[in-house]
């Protein structure tokens, strides 16, 4: 079983591991605040919170799977080295959980407040559906051979790919509406953060442990943090510099002020 070389470098990963956790925990807050001030979530995308619910969701398994089970874990000392560390904290896990409870409630939000004519859209129900069918074809797939981490992986799989779809509705339409109002940045600024936080993370772990498996033994976690940084950056840009709120608000009500 994998050990941390350096006590310095194993404080090191926690602390990055945890910023990275209150970051993106406390990222979720920002826009349920301002749904909850305005009464309204126009504004926000629809497709992004429930494919965003899948993804969280998807990875909640993943990670669970991975901490919780000896099973998943020995197949993957198996495949990667019996040194190697386990590329799953207990961070990850608490904010996986919280990640779903917080998306969950922000649907909720939906089905209560102003929607004005915004809706789901048929296409995002097409690639949910898709989605979970064919994860439990893989379930189907993998129960015979009792291939765990295979099957988690499919679940990993998942969340990368409805993180990089999650994100593109909500800067769609920021460009058709030629504005950020409803959409709060402050969600943006610390999903960056825990980015950021959650790469760095990794590399301390890599580097203690000589070794880069845990980025490509753990492609989801390398690349939700990648694609989360670019989109945030596209975000950032188009609220602070592409369509300035602080102009737009002029022109709205105070309740439409972002957070």
């Keep these: 079983m994998g050990?941390?070389?350096s006590t310095e470098m194993e404080v090191l990963s926690s602390v990055l591991g945890w910023i990275a956790f209150c970051a993106w925990s406390i990222s979720f807050y920002p826009q349920v605040i301002l749904n909850f001030k305005r009464k309204s979530v126009i504004g926000?995308?629809?497709?992004f919170v429930v494919l965003?619910?899948?993804?969280?969701?998807?990875?909640?398994?993943?990670?669970?799977?991975?901490?919780f089970s000896s099973a998943v874990q020995r197949q993957y000392r198996q495949k990667y080295g019996l040194d190697e560390m386990i590329p799953v904290a207990a961070n990850d896990v608490a904010f996986s959980i919280h990640a779903v409870v917080l998306t969950a409630f922000t649907l909720f939000q939906i089905g209560i407040y102003d929607r004005g004519g915004q809706k789901v859209s048929k296409t995002s129900i097409l690639i949910l559906s898709v989605a979970w069918l064919t994860v439990i074809i893989c379930v189907f797939i993998a129960i015979p051979s009792h291939s765990w981490l295979w099957l988690v992986s499919c679940f990993s799989t998942l969340q990368v790919v409805m993180t990089v779809i999650k994100y593109i509705p909500q800067a769609v339409m920021n460009f058709q509406r030629k504005s950020t109002v409803g959409f709060s940045i402050g969600n943006i600024l610390l999903d960056l953060v825990g980015g950021l936080a959650n790469y760095g993370q990794m590399t301390v772990q890599s580097i203690d442990q000589h070794s880069w498996v845990n980025f490509y033994g753990n492609i989801g976690k390398t690349l939700l943090s990648l694609v989360s940084i670019f989109f945030d950056i596209v975000f950032i840009l188009q609220h602070y510099v592409i369509y300035p709120a602080h102009k737009i608000v002029k022109s709205e009500s105070p309740g439409m002020d972002n957070v």
Excluded at 44 to 47: R, S, T
Excluded at 52 to 67: D, E, G, M, R, W
Aim: charged share 10%; aromatic share 22%; glycine share 0%.
């Design 44 to 47: 926000l995308n629809f497709d």
């Design 3 to 5: 050990s941390w070389n």
């Design 52 to 67: 965003n619910l899948t993804k969280h969701s998807s990875y909640l398994i993943y990670n669970a799977s991975v901490f």
